[in-house]
């Protein structure tokens, strides 16, 4: 099967299921992880994107960027990928993304739906999502890890040091100098390490330069979590994960599923709920609004 043909194929299932009254299979994961000794979290893009923060929206984008739209953009998306944007539009597009996703909007409704399912229940949160809606939902800080990166702190491009610094006086000062029409920023805006004077750079994965000490702070105590995990009943709730980087979550979640005889994989999806046949009954998709499906579970669990 090509590339396009599995696409193609989950496009479908993903149609189906949005269509189907999905009530039984709801409550059959709510039971699933009442039941659960261990319960490991992997969420995603569209688990934000449930609730507004979703970059491959027009609507989103003209509501919360219209200057990107009169531009002729169609999504953030597009426009913080643009290969034709000057140096300093892209640091402004930057900054003003950062602001809006990392600080300045609310915390989503799914991540508190969340939260209220695993309260007081022994879990730990894999992510790569850069906006930090786990911290700022509530979650227990010390069993989150998102390994790839922070928005929120900057770094020496050189490095010079390990020292990180808080990057939101540094964003907000980049938006209130830049061009309101055209996203450009000033130079003189553009942040220097105080050490040594280089250029600061987002402190994410990625580049050789990259400092881990601080995204990598819960790796131990996942890794214990996850040895655990292994025994007993273990539920891997996914959680808006795609292709972008399905080698972090998608991909490790099945097939611990597949190897754990006592595990189930309940993936939320909008679109790409699919799980592989040979999971059988432990394999559970769920698609359709991903931030409705956890709304329904957290009520059919009080």
């Given at each position: 099967?090509?590339?396009?043909?599995?696409?193609?194929?989950?496009?479908?299932?993903?149609?189906?299921?949005?269509?189907?009254?999905?009530?039984?299979?709801?409550?059959?994961?709510?039971?699933?992880?009442?039941?659960?000794?261990h319960?490991?979290?992997?969420?995603?893009?569209?688990?934000?994107?449930?609730?507004?923060?979703d970059?491959?929206?027009?609507?989103?984008?003209?509501?919360?960027?219209?200057?990107?739209?009169?531009?002729?953009?169609?999504?953030?998306?597009?426009?913080?990928?643009?290969?034709?944007?000057?140096?300093?539009?892209?640091?402004?597009?930057?900054?003003?993304?950062?602001?809006?996703?990392?600080?300045?909007?609310?915390?989503?409704?799914?991540?508190?739906?969340?939260?209220?399912?695993?309260?007081?229940?022994n879990?730990?949160?894999?992510?790569?999502?850069?906006?930090?809606?786990?911290?700022?939902?509530?979650?227990?800080?010390?069993?989150?890890?998102?390994?790839?990166?922070?928005?929120?702190?900057?770094?020496?491009?050189?490095?010079?040091?390990?020292?990180?610094?808080?990057?939101?006086?540094?964003?907000?000062?980049?938006?209130?100098?830049m061009?309101?029409?055209?996203?450009?920023?000033?130079?003189?805006?553009?942040?220097?390490?105080?050490?040594?004077?280089?250029?600061?750079?987002?402190?994410?994965?990625?580049?050789?330069?990259?400092?881990?000490?601080?995204?990598?702070?819960?790796?131990?105590?996942?890794?214990?979590?996850?040895?655990?995990a292994?025994?007993?009943?273990?539920?891997?709730?996914?959680l808006?994960?795609?292709?972008?980087?399905?080698?972090?979550?998608?991909?490790?979640?099945?097939?611990?599923?597949?190897?754990?005889?006592?595990?189930?994989?309940?993936?939320?999806?909008?679109?790409?709920?699919?799980?592989?046949?040979?999971?059988?009954?432990?394999?559970?998709?769920?698609?359709?609004?991903?931030?409705?499906?956890?709304?329904?579970?957290?009520?059919?669990?009080?």
């Open positions: 099967m090509t590339y396009a043909e599995r696409m193609a194929a989950y496009a479908a299932d993903a149609r189906r299921l949005a269509e189907t009254d999905n009530t039984a299979d709801l409550r059959r994961a709510v039971e699933l992880l009442q039941d659960a000794e319960i490991i979290i992997g969420g995603a893009a569209g688990l934000s994107a449930a609730g507004g923060l970059y491959q929206s027009e609507e989103v984008l003209k509501r919360d960027f219209p200057a990107l739209a009169a531009l002729g953009y169609t999504t953030l998306w597009q426009a913080l990928w643009d290969e034709k944007r000057t140096y300093l539009q892209k640091q402004g597009m930057i900054a003003a993304e950062a602001l809006w996703a990392r600080y300045d909007f609310p915390v989503v409704q799914a991540y508190r739906d969340l939260l209220a399912l695993v309260a007081g229940k879990y730990f949160v894999l992510s790569s999502n850069i906006d930090d809606q786990f911290y700022k939902a509530g979650f227990d800080p010390d069993r989150v890890f998102c390994p790839q990166n922070s928005i929120a702190d900057f770094q020496c491009s050189v490095p010079c040091c390990r020292e990180l610094w808080d990057g939101e006086e540094i964003y907000r000062n980049i938006v209130a100098h061009d309101p029409v055209t996203y450009a920023c000033r130079e003189e805006d553009l942040p220097r390490c105080p050490r040594c004077g280089a250029p600061l750079v987002r402190n994410m994965r990625g580049r050789d330069v990259f400092i881990p000490d601080k995204v990598m702070a819960n790796r131990a105590s996942f890794e214990a979590f996850w040895a655990e292994a025994e007993g009943k273990t539920i891997f709730l996914e808006g994960v795609g292709f972008n980087s399905p080698g972090l979550i998608r991909h490790p979640f099945q097939r611990m599923t597949l190897l754990w005889p006592d595990a189930h994989l309940i993936r939320m999806n909008r679109d790409y709920p699919s799980v592989p046949k040979k999971l059988g009954d432990r394999g559970l998709p769920l698609g359709g609004d991903l931030g409705e499906n956890l709304h329904r579970m957290a009520e059919m669990a009080r």
